[in-house]
């Protein structure tokens, strides 16, 4: 499998994150793209770990560095709806008003 039409093969995410990091600085990173390793306590490390476990996170960076450097940007992806294939049993889970709060996701 050749990678000619991405234009991040081969640039680590370490180089990335860093060179967002020496252009906009964190506070500014963590303004563009809002998520806690950028704003809190942020260092390169931690930013690492946990984009590497995030794939949402870490394509807001790719597209972030992508559109910084005037490189080609990915087609977006399709939008996914979860749905939940649980059969509603009663009236108490198809209405969210009289379940409470998260009552689809813990089932009460």
């Not at 990173?29 to 390793?37: A, E, K, T, V």
């Not at 080609?72 to 009663?90: G, H, I, Q, R």
């Amino acid at each position: 499998m050749t990678q000619a039409n991405n234009p991040l093969h081969g640039i680590k995410l370490e180089t990335i994150v860093t060179e967002l990091v020496d252009k906009y600085g964190w506070e500014e990173l963590g303004s563009r793209i809002n998520i806690r390793c950028f704003n809190d306590n942020p260092s390169i490390k931690s930013s690492l770990k946990f984009l590497r476990k995030t794939q949402w996170a870490r394509d807001k960076v790719e597209y972030l560095w992508l559109k910084t450097n005037k490189l080609p940007l990915p087609a977006p992806k399709p939008y996914v709806e979860k749905s939940d294939n649980k059969p509603a049993t009663n009236a108490t889970h198809t209405n969210k008003s009289t379940a409470g709060v998260n009552a689809d996701i813990w089932g009460k």
